[in-house]
């Protein structure tokens, strides 16, 4: 890597303006106090607990949008947004707590 350019194995230059690197993610909520953060397991790599793999159940007004990792995720996470703005101004309705939690034990 130089200030402008990657060099790729096969000595081939690509000239770049960004390297991103995307390693993949270790979810940890330490900013939410225990009585309302997830469960986060397997070292990092699910987050328990939520409906519909967005919606808190336990905090139904907490929602973690871009949480799912094996999809196609803009386009997800454009309907996560939508879902959660439809609850949030009353067009969508959850289901009980205790369908959530059925919901996330399946």
């Known amino acids: 890597m130089t200030s ?3 060099i790729l194995k096969n000595g081939e230059r690509l000239e770049v303006d960004t390297l ?14 225990d009585e309302c953060c997830p469960e986060v397991l397997h070292d990092g790599q699910v987050v328990d607990g939520l409906y519909l793999h967005l919606i ?22 454009d309907r996560q947004v939508r879902y959660v703005l439809a ?4 067009l969508a309705r ?10 996330v034990r399946k």
């Open 20 to 33: 991103l690197l995307c390693t993949g993610y270790r979810f940890a909520f330490p900013f939410l106090s």
């Open 56 to 77: 808190n159940s336990a905090f139904p007004t907490m929602s973690f949008i871009g949480i799912p990792q094996k999809i196609c995720p803009f386009p997800l996470f």
């Open 94 to 103: 959850l289901p009980s707590t205790e369908e959530m939690l059925e919901n």
């Open 4 to 6: 402008d350019a990657a």
């Open 87 to 90: 609850i949030l101004g009353g």
